[in-house]
Every structure is written in structure tokens, then in C-alpha cells.
């Protein structure tokens, strides 16, 4: 099973990166054919799909909104993941792991055990990024004009397919006794997510396969802006728990944003044990 996995996560990366390739707003139709992929994959894993289109400066964009039939009502916990890229590069970490690991979760949690929502966002890169054309807070006005009050928290998957033998860090954290090596995977909350974080990382913990390290950090990331860099922080500004599982990004990953950001570079076995463990995660959520 765990070969299967694998390979059903190559599979996805090898279309969105090699098939597809660029996803950017600024160049060609990479980000159109992606988002069909995305929503035919969602589909055809039985979920229910939701187009939340809108428009970029004369372009027509969408976040994808995949729910398990018949959701159940109650409070919503979203696992998300951006789908484009930045002009120029095939995006392998970033972030077509993210979104192979989100369609096979979702894949996997059909039945979930609590009320889950699948997002792939639009638009995260630049130039979108902290705009109100990003796609998450675009996401966040809809359902705030709405008038909805049942979102509870959101998982965001950013860059998660990335291993390297040194792990680097920021300065403020470099002397907490983190790991050297790059082997692991991260959970960043705010001071707000402190209780998800910890809900999520009790899932994680019951899975040897795959090391896990936490941080929470203050005044919604504002101190240690890198902290900042995906649609988890659209949540925290808003004041909804959000927590982003990640490789550290630029810290391990010395592709990030170029063209060598390709699919041989990824770890498929560690995207599959970070599947297994958000569905430990999940399980947690409904204590």
C-alpha cells in the first residue's frame, strides 16, 4: 500500500509539474490546466466540488472547495494548499507536493470523522501574495459575506516533499535545539493555534515514520515574518486557528522558487508518511 501511495503522489507531481508546469497568473495556461486537474481529481475520489471563481485583473481564477457528500453540519476544519507557482519554475515543493499530499488526504478521508473541507487556493505566489486577490483571502471575505461562522480552523500544506541531510534556520529560533538534519516535518501556529498545534501534533506523534517539530509563534508571526509566508497567515489575521505543515521551505530546500524545483528532487516515501499522519491528525480533531 505504502508503494501505491507513492506512486499515486509521483503521479499528481509528475502532471502538475512536468505535464502542466509553470501555474503562474502572469504566463501561459498552466494555472487553468492545473485547476481542472485538481477538480477532476477531486471529483473522481467522490467528493462534492465547489468553484469559488473570481477575477484577477481580467483573468478568471478560482480556489477549488472539495467537501465529502453529505458533510456532515457542524464546525469546518479546512486542509488547504496554493496551486500556482511563481513565473518560471515547475514548482515541485512548491507546491505541487502540497497539493498531491491534499488530494490524497482527501482521497483517504471521504468519510471523514469530523466536518472537513479540501481547498486548493489560488494565487498565493506573488504578485497575488498578501494582495486581496490571494486566493485564501479571497476565500475569507466570501464566506465572511456570507455571514458563515462555521469555520474552525485550517491545516495549510506548504512546500512538504523536501528532505536534505542540514537543516537551516532563522536566528531568532537557532538556538532551540531543533534538529540538524532535515528530515522532519513542521507545525507553525500562532498564539491562537497553540491548541491546534498541539491536537494536530498528538495525530503526528503516532506515527514513528515521519518526525515531527513545533513552533508557535506571537503576535501573529509579525516577529518572525518567515513564519508568515503562506495562506495559514490569512487565517491568523483574521483571527480563525491556523497552523502551516511544512519543510521549512528556504531554510532546507535550495530550489525554492527556480527552475530546479523539480520532481526528481522530492522524497515521495516522507509525502507519504505525512498523508498517514494528517489522517492521525484528523482523528485527533474530534476530541
Not at 65 to 91: E, K, L
Request: charged share 25%; with cysteine.
Amino acid at each position: 500500500m505504502a508503494a501505491a501511495l507513492e506512486e499515486a503522489l509521483r503521479h499528481h507531481v509528475r502532471v502538475l509539474c512536468q505535464e502542466i508546469g509553470p501555474r503562474s497568473v502572469l504566463e501561459g495556461d498552466g494555472l487553468e490546466r492545473a485547476q481542472d486537474y485538481i477538480a477532476a481529481d477531486f471529483a473522481k475520489a467522490g467528493l462534492e466540488v465547489e468553484e469559488q471563481a473570481y477575477d484577477y485583473r481580467g483573468r478568471r481564477v478560482a480556489n477549488l472547495i472539495a467537501r465529502p457528500p453529505g458533510a456532515a453540519a457542524g464546525d469546518t476544519t479546512i486542509i488547504g494548499a496554493h496551486y500556482d507557482t511563481v513565473p518560471g519554475t515547475p514548482g515541485a515543493d512548491d507546491n505541487a507536493s502540497a497539493v498531491a499530499v491534499l488530494l490524497e488526504t482527501a482521497r483517504r478521508l471521504r468519510q471523514p470523522p469530523c466536518p472537513l473541507a479540501f481547498i486548493a487556493f489560488t494565487l498565493e505566489e506573488p504578485p497575488a501574495h498578501t494582495s486581496r486577490w490571494q486566493g485564501s483571502r479571497a476565500y475569507l471575505r466570501s464566506i465572511g459575506r456570507q455571514g458563515r461562522r462555521d469555520l474552525k480552523a485550517a491545516i495549510v500544506l506548504e512546500m512538504v516533499g523536501y528532505t536534505a541531510p542540514k537543516q537551516h534556520y532563522p536566528w531568532a529560533v537557532r538556538w532551540l535545539g531543533y534538529p540538524a538534519e532535515g528530515n522532519y516535518i513542521g507545525l507553525i501556529g500562532d498564539g491562537r493555534s497553540r491548541n491546534l498545534v498541539r491536537t494536530v501534533e498528538r495525530g503526528f506523534r503516532q506515527n514513528p515514520g515521519l518526525p515531527v517539530e513545533t513552533l508557535c509563534v506571537p503576535l501573529r508571526g509579525w516577529l518572525l515574518p518567515a513564519t508568515r509566508l503562506s495562506d495559514h497567515a490569512s487565517f491568523w489575521d483574521r483571527g480563525i486557528p491556523a497552523l502551516m505543515v511544512s519543510d521549512t521551505a528556504f531554510f532546507r530546500n535550495p530550489h525554492y522558487h527556480l527552475p530546479s524545483d523539480r520532481l526528481e528532487t522530492l522524497d515521495f516515501a516522507f509525502m507519504a508518511q505525512l498523508v498517514r499522519s494528517l489522517e492521525l491528525a484528523v482523528a485527533e480533531l474530534v476530541g
